[in-house]
């Protein structure tokens, strides 16, 4: 299980380097590409100073301890080692998607809301405003 921490205490303990292979380097010179001379540099470091920048799930974006391949976008590499067994997860865009009650109005994420959050979002109505027949239906 991750150990989530914000980007501002993730820059601050960690310190990442800056990129001097490409001065124009995304996230203010700081990402390394996942191709060519970067993604050389960013192998030939220490493991546990090795971080990947990445896609979540529903669009959002994190930062992982480690070297990983699926779903990467780029690598940051740190002053600061993180210890063998940490797994830390650093949010950088979080979405999630908003729905909507067609009865009443009222709005709620899918990360908010129960295990019914598919069914009411299927019905179209919030907790409140969905009948138990509604649900039962759905279920």
């Avoid at 797994?87 to 998607?97: A, D, H, K, N, R």
């Avoid at 067609?102 to 179209?124: F, H, P």
């Amino acid at each position: 299980m991750f150990k989530e921490i914000s980007e501002d205490e993730w820059f601050e303990k960690y310190k990442p380097i800056k990129n001097s292979i490409d001065t124009n380097a995304s996230f203010d010179g700081h990402m390394f590409e996942t191709y060519g001379d970067e993604l050389e540099f960013v192998k030939s470091q220490d493991p546990n100073r090795i971080w990947t920048y990445g896609d979540g799930d529903n669009g959002s974006t994190f930062i992982w301890s480690g070297y990983h391949i699926v779903n990467r976008i780029g690598y940051f590499i740190t002053e600061v080692p993180f210890e063998n067994d940490d797994e830390i997860q650093v949010p950088i865009e979080v979405v999630s998607e908003l729905y909507v009650c067609d009865n009443c109005g009222a709005e709620w994420e899918d990360a908010a809301a129960d295990l019914m959050w598919e069914t009411l979002q299927q019905i179209g109505k919030c907790a409140g405003c969905a009948t138990m027949e509604e649900i039962k239906e759905y279920q």
